[in-house]
């Protein structure tokens, strides 16, 4: 479904420059359609009313990667290398999304560096990606409160830029004013491996929050950056929620309770992470979000994270950050199996589970109308539908940004 909303037209990443002079050109990906994914069949009616609920609410993703990656997967390691990857801006209209945490790829540096947190790394792929939106009329920079609803009301995308882990900074506090400057509005505290601040979900010692960790939490907190803990150990993630005194987004994860892995969060996340008035992301990336019911991944696995979730806590702290990309997923995980965060560490001890080539249902960005559909076909009403695909997420940005 392309959105009738979203005003496209048709600027494709860096067209301003030279191909083949200015940059490397790669044959990339389809941006919609480049599987067979499945559309949640709906009746004429049930269809007419997802429009209206794309035409009369606010659409957040809370976690999605807006980058375009080659058709051939061998070419994805050169590809990230040079550092300039296309911006997916035909899929970000067909997704109908008014508001999208946009992540930057650590893959990027992990190509161009060992250290895919350091601060020259960072700056770099914010630089690149600021360069491209800017020469563009679709998508904008989010970075005040009043840019989210502008977004809807103009038939735009605010683009969040988001850090999935701090920079490795040290004790240098004043650089995280400089991500402020740069138009970072949420970051989470730490990767997967753990840094000077957190441990993170791939550490087998969780030393939770460090000292410099509660320093970040406080810096984070005054200048209006939004914490993110998706990656953050368990001890950590309770440090973080009860340190800061604003609420918290995990803005991609499902619940431990239905699959065993690390990367989900346990109940008692979730709950205090509520109490507080935060929301957790429903994520749906490759062999991620899958249940004992479901082993084959989509998009039903991810709603029954959903469920679940809104069973625990209520509906009111449930959003999506689907964690999803234009290109071939499952792929790009099995090129950085050392590097991201589904490493074998992560598959220990887990029940079989069948593989798939993508997510079905949710396979890139474009497909977010499914969710909507998925919860229209499921009887959710209007009021519900519009908290869990905008109105929480936005409650909470509004209670963490500083405009």
């Known amino acids: 479904m392309t959105s009738k909303r979203k005003k496209y037209d048709g600027y494709q990443s860096f067209s301003y420059l030279e191909a083949g002079k200015d940059y490397r050109e790669f044959k990339l990906a389809k941006q919609v359609g480049r599987v067979n994914s499945t559309i949640i069949p709906l009746s004429k009616t049930e269809e007419e009313r997802v429009q209206e609920i794309f035409e009369k609410y606010l659409t957040i993703s809370t976690h999605d990667h807006l980058e375009v990656f080659p058709e051939d997967p061998s070419e994805t390691v050169e590809y990230l290398r040079r550092g300039r990857l296309f911006t997916g801006y035909e899929g970000i209209a067909a997704s109908g999304l008014d508001v999208i945490f946009a992540a930057l790829s650590d893959g ?22 600021i360069s491209d939106v ?14 989210i609803p502008k977004a809807h009301e103009e038939g735009k995308t605010a683009i969040v830029i988001h850090l999935e882990s701090t920079p490795h900074i040290g004790t240098e506090l004043d650089k995280v004013d400089v991500l ?21 979900i791939a550490n087998k010692h969780d030393g939770g ?19 993110d803990i998706s990656h953050s150990s368990d001890k950590a993630s309770l440090d973080v929620i009860e340190a ?8 991609h994860a499902g619940a431990r309770a239905l699959w065993p892995s690390r990367r989900m969060k346990p109940d008692n996340v979730i709950q205090s992470l509520a109490e507080k008035g935060g929301v957790i992301g429903v994520e749906a990336a490759p062999h991620t979000t899958l249940t004992y019911n479901n082993r084959r991944h989509s998009i039903e696995s991810v709603m029954e994270h959903f469920e679940y979730i809104v069973k625990l806590v209520g509906i009111n702290h449930v959003a999506f950050g689907p964690d999803t990309l234009f290109g071939d997923h499952v792929a790009l995980h099995h090129t950085f199996a050392k590097e991201l965060s589904i490493t074998s560490a992560f598959r220990d001890n887990l029940p079989e589970f069948q593989e798939v080539p ?23 009403s209007d009021q519900e539908i519009a908290k869990v695909v905008g109105e929480n997420a936005f409650r909470v940005i509004k209670q963490t940004w500083f405009k």
């Open 134 to 147: 800017d020469h563009q009329d679709l998508a904008f920079i989010a970075k005040r409160v009043d840019d």
């Open 180 to 200: 402020y400057g740069f138009g970072v509005r949420v970051m989470g505290i730490t990767y997967s491996e753990g840094n000077e601040f957190a441990s993170g």
């Open 108 to 129: 990027v540096a992990l190509a161009k560096s060992p250290d895919a947190w350091a601060w020259e790394n960072v700056v770099h792929q914010i630089g690149m990606f």
């Open 209 to 227: 929050l460090s000292d410099q960790g509660y320093n970040l939490v406080e810096r984070m907190n005054k200048l209006g950056i939004a914490i």
């Open 244 to 251: 800061s005194k604003k609420p918290v987004f995990i803005t």
């Open 358 to 380: 993508f997510v079905d249902g949710l396979e890139n960005p474009s497909e977010y109308p499914n969710i909507v559909r998925w919860l229209v076909k499921h009887g959710y």
